[in-house]
């Protein structure tokens, strides 16, 4: 029992009987004997719980919830965006109907940005990677045949999280959707984007302002919306260690519950809807032991730290994608075993969603069967290899419970030395993240140079290759896409348009919260470069810090 947890741990059996037993009932569809396929029966979970928690109980190292995925499979959630709101919207329709389970959207870099389809920084990026948004119509678009009140929509956004949200509300008021019932996402976590990721708009305050606008927004309005999804993917594609990965986002997790505090809230008025989104590696048993060691801090960073009396605000509830950094563009094919590798340690590390990234994805966009594929490793996964039969199967081995312990401690350690940094927006503004990560980076790509470390296909065991097929975007969409934004201008109504814009700067400049005039600006066609541009009068742009 860890000495933090004044509680001492149920008995097995106690759990067995109690939190254990009745969540199992609520899953029928699982309700079947776990079974080997030579007929032995499966315990819902070996081992004990060591430091005091069995799953869905404090620290929550052994899973979040009692059942895990005895009770229901993670939620498979394919990441697609790209040509235009019409084209993307089909790869939509077809992943749900190939049985994924909910929606993913990744965004241009001009929409990530806050700039329109036209501007002049923007023009040569549309059409191609990512889906380009404007303003509700291309929402629209992009959702058509959706049912908003039955799918949960993770949305990869961050300096416009606030727009993309107001857009997915409109849409679903169109549609005669209570927007207490829309399930998802927005990324919204902008201090990565200053540390790993570069796709910022507004300066460090101004940003975190937005988001603990948007947060109390969803409180009133949204309750079941994922306010923050903080991430430990882009600081880990960037290049930083696992150790890394765990104490930069947890440290930035820190600071938006400290920033939403000093914005008024009560923590667990807002906690329970905080998730994280983490990489899942090449190093099976680190990424495993990582995602439990995730669990385990943060439940104590909430309940020792800032005094959340929720269970559900000590819950680490995280989305995982497999590592778009280590595909090759050598031997693609060799990319479907590194994803189906990352994927089990994402699935043995207890995540509640999961994305599987395409075989051909470092060469460009992933076809439709690559696609497919990915999300059939997936299924084969959750269906045929017994990984989801037993609750945190590889917890209780002494080498996953050491490295456990071990990463803890060394990410705490990390964390410790953000703390004397003033913490991580301070640490963020004078650029010792940034350093950290360039060093890790750069350690990295020397070893893979000089052998050290084995890339299969790249350093080692080259062939001769084939070029393989590339998916193409549709080169008509860039017209279509700025079509359709001249279309919106010229059919809106524009006073309204001005005068939803004005009321925004004005809540803007005297401290309001901008959700709501911001809805309205939405709802009034206004885009996103006309919406960031009146932000960025008041917010001004960030510039980043020298970090080499």
Same mark, same amino acid.
């Given at each position: 029992?860890?000495?933090?947890?004044?509680?001492?741990?149920?008995?097995?059996?106690?759990?067995?009987?109690?939190?254990?037993?009745?969540?199992?009932?609520?899953?029928?569809?699982?309700?079947?004997?776990?079974?080997?396929?030579?007929?032995?029966?499966?315990?819902?979970?070996?081992?004990?719980?060591?430091?005091?928690?069995?799953?869905?109980?404090?620290?929550?190292?052994?899973?979040?919830?009692?059942?895990?995925?005895?009770?229901?499979?993670?939620?498979?959630?394919?990441? %697609?965006?790209?040509?235009?709101?019409?084209?993307?919207?089909?790869?939509?329709?077809?992943?749900?109907?190939?049985?994924?389970?909910?929606?993913?959207?990744?965004?241009?870099?001009?929409?990530?940005?806050?700039?329109?389809?036209?501007?002049? +920084?923007?023009?040569?990026?549309?059409?191609?990677?990512?889906?380009?948004?404007?303003?509700?119509?291309?929402?629209?678009?992009?959702?058509?045949?959706?049912?908003?009140?039955?799918?949960?929509?993770?949305?990869?956004?961050?300096?416009?999280?606030?727009?993309?949200?107001?857009?997915?509300?409109?849409?679903?008021?169109?549609?005669?959707?209570?927007?207490?019932?829309?399930?998802?996402?927005?990324?919204?976590?902008?201090?990565?984007?200053? %540390?790993?990721?570069?796709?910022?708009?507004?300066?460090?305050?101004?940003?975190?302002?937005?988001?603990?606008?948007?947060?109390?927004?969803?409180?009133?309005?949204?309750?079941?919306?994922?306010?923050?999804?903080?991430?430990?993917?882009?600081?880990?594609?960037?290049?930083?260690?696992?150790?890394?990965?765990?104490?930069?986002?947890?440290?930035?997790?820190?600071?938006?519950?400290?920033?939403?505090?000093?914005?008024?809230?009560?923590?667990?008025?807002?906690?329970?809807?905080?998730?994280?989104?983490?990489?899942?590696?090449?190093?099976?048993?680190?990424?495993?032991?990582?995602?439990?060691?995730?669990?385990?801090?943060?439940?104590?960073?909430?309940?020792?730290?800032?005094?959340?009396?929720?269970?559900?605000?000590?819950?680490?509830?995280?989305?995982?994608?497999?590592?778009?950094?280590?595909?090759?563009?050598?031997?693609?094919?060799?990319?479907?075993?590194?994803?189906?590798?990352?994927?089990?340690?994402?699935?043995?590390?207890?995540?509640?969603?999961?994305?599987?990234?395409?075989?051909?994805?470092?060469?460009? +966009?992933?076809?439709?069967?690559?696609?497919?594929?990915? +999300?059939?490793?997936?299924?084969?996964?959750?269906?045929?290899?017994?990984?989801?039969?037993?609750?945190?199967?590889?917890?209780?081995?002494?080498?996953?419970?050491?490295?456990?312990?071990?990463?803890?401690?060394?990410?705490?350690?990390?964390?410790?030395?953000?703390?004397?940094?003033?913490?991580?927006?301070?640490?963020?503004?004078?650029?010792?993240?940034?350093?950290?990560?360039?060093?890790?980076?750069?350690?990295?790509?020397?070893?893979?140079?000089?052998?050290?470390?084995?890339?299969?296909?790249?350093?080692?065991?080259?062939?001769?290759?084939?070029?393989?097929?590339?998916?193409?975007?549709?080169?008509?969409?860039?017209?279509?896409?700025?079509?359709?934004?001249?279309?919106?201008?010229?059919?809106?109504?524009?006073?309204?348009?001005?005068?939803?814009?004005?009321?925004?700067?004005?809540?803007?400049?005297?401290?309001?919260?901008?959700?709501?005039?911001?809805?309205?600006?939405?709802?009034?066609?206004?885009?996103?470069?006309?919406?960031?541009?009146?932000?960025?009068?008041?917010?001004?742009?960030?510039?980043?810090?020298?970090?080499?």
């Amino acid at each position: 029992m860890s000495p933090q947890d004044p509680h001492p741990p149920a008995s097995r059996e106690a759990w067995l009987n109690g939190p254990y037993a009745r969540a199992h009932k609520k899953h029928p569809e699982r309700q079947a004997a776990f079974r080997t396929p030579s007929g032995i029966e499966l315990e819902p979970i070996y081992g004990e719980a060591p430091d005091g928690g069995w799953p869905g109980e404090y620290p929550y190292t052994r899973g979040v919830q009692p059942t895990m995925y005895r009770g229901r499979f993670w939620t498979m959630r394919q990441y %697609a965006g790209f040509s235009s709101a019409r084209q993307s919207n089909e790869r939509y329709h077809m992943l749900l109907e190939g049985g994924q389970t909910g929606l993913s959207v990744a965004f241009d870099l001009p929409t990530q940005l806050g700039y329109d389809s036209d501007d002049p +920084l923007a023009i040569y990026e549309v059409g191609k990677v990512g889906v380009p948004i404007n303003s509700l119509a291309d929402v629209e678009r992009l959702f058509a045949g959706i049912p908003l009140g039955d799918v949960s929509t993770s949305m990869t956004i961050n300096a416009t999280a606030s727009f993309l949200l107001c857009a997915y509300v409109a849409l679903a008021k169109r549609g005669g959707i209570d927007p207490a019932r829309l399930r998802g996402t927005v990324q919204n976590d902008i201090l990565k984007e200053y %540390a790993a990721r570069g796709n910022y708009r507004f300066g460090v305050k101004s940003s975190m302002r937005l988001v603990t606008d948007l947060i109390t927004f969803c409180r009133d309005h949204v309750p079941l919306w994922n306010t923050v999804s903080i991430s430990g993917y882009h600081i880990r594609e960037a290049g930083s260690t696992a150790v890394q990965e765990l104490a930069f986002t947890l440290a930035n997790g820190r600071a938006y519950v400290a920033a939403a505090q000093a914005a008024g809230l009560e923590v667990d008025e807002f906690a329970p809807r905080l998730s994280f989104f983490f990489n899942a590696h090449n190093h099976l048993f680190e990424e495993v032991a990582k995602f439990r060691a995730a669990r385990r801090m943060w439940a104590r960073i909430m309940r020792e730290e800032f005094g959340a009396k929720d269970p559900k605000s000590w819950m680490l509830r995280f989305h995982t994608q497999t590592a778009g950094s280590m595909l090759t563009s050598q031997q693609p094919e060799n990319n479907v075993v590194r994803v189906t590798v990352q994927a089990l340690a994402a699935i043995l590390g207890g995540t509640q969603s999961l994305h599987t990234n395409s075989r051909d994805e470092a060469l460009g +966009l992933p076809t439709a069967d690559s696609a497919r594929l990915a +999300l059939r490793t997936q299924q084969l996964l959750a269906q045929e290899s017994g990984v989801a039969d037993v609750i945190d199967p590889l917890g209780g081995a002494p080498y996953i419970e050491a490295l456990t312990d071990q990463l803890e401690a060394e990410a705490l350690a990390l964390m410790g030395q953000i703390d004397a940094r003033g913490g991580a927006v301070a640490a963020v503004e004078d650029g010792f993240v940034q350093r950290e990560i360039h060093r890790s980076a750069l350690e990295w790509q020397r070893d893979v140079e000089a052998g050290r470390r084995t890339i299969v296909g790249v350093n080692r065991y080259q062939v001769e290759e084939t070029p393989p097929t590339i998916f193409r975007p549709d080169p008509a969409a860039k017209q279509e896409v700025l079509d359709d934004l001249a279309q919106v201008r010229a059919e809106r109504d524009p006073a309204r348009v001005e005068g939803t814009l004005r009321a925004l700067g004005e809540a803007a400049r005297s401290g309001q919260n901008v959700m709501t005039p911001m809805l309205a600006a939405v709802e009034a066609y206004a885009t996103v470069g006309e919406v960031c541009k009146v932000l960025e009068e008041t917010f001004g742009k960030f510039h980043p810090p020298e970090v080499l």
